[in-house]
Nanobody
Framework: QVQLVESGGGLVQVGGSLRLSCAAS????????MGWYRQAPGKQRDLVAT???????NYADSVKGRFTISRDNAKNTVYLQMNSLKPEDTAVYYC??????????????WGQGTQVTVSS
């Protein structure tokens, strides 16, 4: 079993910052790509940012220059630093990871989600 546990969401004013964390735990052999997605009410879940095990990153155009994804491979943890937040960033943010488990299987795991609300 593999779990992803997110933390760091909350309420922030326009222009403020938040840092999300997501830690993977369980029967992990290795963690490949990790990422963040978000889902606003009534909308589909969209990609925010991804990062490979080697540190290559990819961002949605809407967050480029404002959000930074990073990871600590020793801790199997991915972070999302969010600056200059806008009301349209309000959503539930989900962590995602491609994980090789100790039993030889590969799975895509999701966290439970953390709410980010940007108030004007």
């Amino acid at each position: 079993q593999v779990q992803l546990v997110e933390s760091g969401g909350g309420l922030v004013q326009v222009g403020g910052s938040l840092r999300l964390s997501c830690a993977a735990s369980g029967s992990i052999f290795s963690v490949n790509a990790m990422g963040w997605y978000r889902q606003a009410p009534g909308k589909q879940r969209d990609l925010v940012a991804t990062i490979t095990s080697g540190g290559s990153t990819n961002y949605a155009d809407s967050v480029k220059g404002r959000f930074t994804i990073s990871r600590d491979n020793a801790k199997n943890t991915v972070y999302l630093q969010m600056n200059s937040l806008k009301p349209e960033d309000t959503a539930v943010y989900y962590c995602n990871a491609d994980i090789h488990n100790v039993f030889g299987g590969i799975s895509v795991s999701w966290g439970q989600g953390t709410q980010v609300t940007v108030s004007s």
